[in-house]
């Protein structure tokens, strides 16, 4: 007999302006983790919207706009454009500062997801993955297909390392049907959240740009009545405690302390550079 997850907590976070904050480190990242942010970002932009200079450490940012390319700087000593649909990771280790500008113009929306790394990684060397659009992952599906951002899915797969057991992905189907999203057996974490048309998720009508948590074991249903997007997050839990800092997040005091420097460090060389 198949299982479905069923519904625990369903929440449209905390807007601000043009974001979302569907996850944040301090309320639902505990429950959550990996997952330990969420921001879903919707405006009208003009070429050069977006977010100067800012750093991180001990976790990975995962971001993925489908409208508009975007141009990115990062501290690792990447720049360039990433094409609209294309997926940056910036696992920042021990310290990294980037910033992304988008090129579009009229209507854009997309994704920040931040995931809290193992004790072995919340240190390393930063690592800034730039994925083109022909790039990510699709798995074929009756109706749609499955855009893998992070994971696996099927038989297709990322090439980003996530270093622990999760998956993210955005199930795009075409027409009104039903699916069952596969989940992992040892994935004790999932949510999901109505991208785009309308869909019934777990039983339960969701609304656009709303994160419903799901407990249980099993399978998603999602049963739509048109074209729609639905971003999906599962994972094994992080079995780290989060320590938090501004927009770090490490398993452990002397890590965050530790890496912190290092940020300053970075901050003065790239005020010295005239970039901050």
Known sequence: MTSFRHLLSRTRGQSQGAITRLIDPYVLGEKLKPFVFLDYFEARVQPGF????????????LTWQPHTDVRYHDTTGQSGVLPAGGVEWMNAGGGAWHRGHLLGQGMAKGIQLWVAMPPE?????????????????????????????????GNSGSSIPAHQDMFCGVLELRNATEYHVEVPSGHDVCWACLFEGQAMIAGVRASRAELLVLGGAGRIKVKTS???????????????????GGSSVHTNPKSLMRSQHRIRQLGRELAQAGQL
Do not use: N, W
Not at 50 to 61: D, E, I, N, Q, W
Not at 127 to 133: E, F, M, N
Not at 226 to 241: N, S
């Open 50 to 61: 977006g977010f100067g200079m800012h750093p991180h450490s001990g976790l990975a940012t």
């Open 226 to 244: 048109g074209p729609a997007a639905v971003l999906i997050g599962t994972a094994k839990r992080h079995e780290f405690p989060l320590v938090l």
């Open 121 to 153: 990684i919340e240190e390393a060397t930063a690592v800034g993955l730039y994925i083109p659009p022909a790039a990510v992952p699709l798995q074929a599906l009756p109706d749609g297909q499955m855009r893998v951002l992070l994971g696996r899915y």
